[in-house]
Structures are given as C-alpha cells and as structure tokens.
C-alpha cells in the first residue's frame, strides 16, 4: 500500500509540473525483495491480496518512460523512514 502511494504521489507531482510520466524514469528502492521480484515478474504473486497490489502497482508504473527497482537493507528503510 506503501509503494502505491509513492507512486500515486509521484504522478501527481509530474502532472502539477505540467509533465507526463513518459518523461520520467523513475527508481523504486525496497526492502521486500518478495515485493521486488514479484513487480519484476520473476515471483508469482500467489496471494490474491499481493496479486491486487501488484497489479495496481505496475498499471501506475506503466506510463513511465523506464522504472528500475533496487533493494536496500531494512536497515536503511528504518534509518530514512523511522519505522
């Protein structure tokens, strides 16, 4: 729910600036390598309420001109999130 969002939230500031996503790569960091890989495709999403994530979250991504996805250590996501 946390990566939608971002994302939504991303798009809005592209169009405030009067742009479009299409000009936009945009670079997800992570923590989940299961959420990861499951965006990438290279993990099926077997439970339906991941799925729906998915799905949500890659028709939001689909715009963009390129979306590269990174893990980072929980460790960080902490340290920048404070949770």
Do not use: T, W
Not at 37 to 61: P, T
């Amino acid at each position: 729910m946390a990566l939608i969002a971002a994302i939504q939230e991303c798009r809005r500031q592209i169009f405030n600036e009067q742009s479009s996503p299409a000009e936009v790569s945009l670079e997800i960091r992570g923590d989940s390598s299961l959420v990861l890989n499951q965006l990438q495709g290279n993990y099926k999403a077997k439970d339906v309420r991941m799925r729906q994530y998915r799905d949500k979250s890659l028709g939001l991504l689909d715009d963009f001109k390129q979306v590269k996805y990174v893990h980072q250590d929980r460790a960080k996501s902490v340290r920048l999130l404070g949770h």
